[in-house]
């Protein structure tokens, strides 16, 4: 038992080690295999994640690991200051609309919260455009990408700060954005076992 516990510390070391290599694609990516943009995805995620910082804060006051009711109490009270509208909850998903006013920016949407063993794991907003460019909005807060996808449909913009993805996808030849904010922790978990299994090492009492 000594021993194997002894393998599996080195190999945790070996591995936090390679995976913690600096990191930054703000690559274009024109046409991407889906395998190449899924590799580089997964290394900026282990990356940050192992980064040791975290960032749960989300928009409309929420935040990664907010359990189902606190998270609906929270849209409510913003429904009560007109700040949201519609919402709905089917299937465990959160729901509600809003409009946006800020600043030369302007546009409405719908935003959703999605659970997993009662905490929130992921928020997506689906937006439509109506005057200037959103996307410049969140340049200006998260700065360049550090990676860029593109295909027929849509261009891919993410970012990855500690535990935190966001995904900006822009829809071709439209004013539509499907924006996209994931907590990484139980995949980069997840991920890293079945490394350690691969190798034979037993990481479980």
Not at 30 to 44: M, P, R, T
Not at 125 to 150: P, V, W
């Amino acid at each position: 038992m000594k021993k194997i516990l002894f393998i599996s510390v080195w190999v945790l070391i070996i591995y936090s080690c390679v995976i913690n290599v600096p990191i930054h694609f703000s690559v274009y990516s024109d046409n991407e295999s889906n395998v190449n943009k899924k590799e580089i995805i997964n290394k900026l995620e282990k990356y940050e994640f192992y980064s040791g910082e975290k960032n749960n804060q989300l928009f409309f006051g929420l935040s990664f690991g907010m359990n189902f009711n606190d998270a609906k109490k929270k849209l409510s009270s913003l429904e009560s200051e007109n700040v949201l509208e519609n919402i709905s909850s089917q299937y465990g998903i959160l729901g509600a609309s809003y409009t946006m006013n800020y600043h030369e920016y302007s546009n409405i949407g719908r935003v959703y919260c999605f659970f997993n063993d009662n905490k929130l794991k992921e928020l997506q907003i689906d937006t439509l455009n109506q005057t200037n460019n959103l996307l410049d909005l969140f340049i200006k807060k998260y700065g360049e990408a550090d990676y860029i996808a593109e295909n027929k449909l849509n261009k891919e913009f993410h970012w990855v700060d500690g535990n935190q993805h966001l995904t900006i996808f822009q829809i071709e030849n439209s004013n539509r954005l499907l924006i996209q904010y994931i907590d990484t922790t139980e995949k980069v978990k997840e991920n890293s076992e079945n490394i350690l299994e691969k190798l034979g090492v037993c990481y479980k009492a």
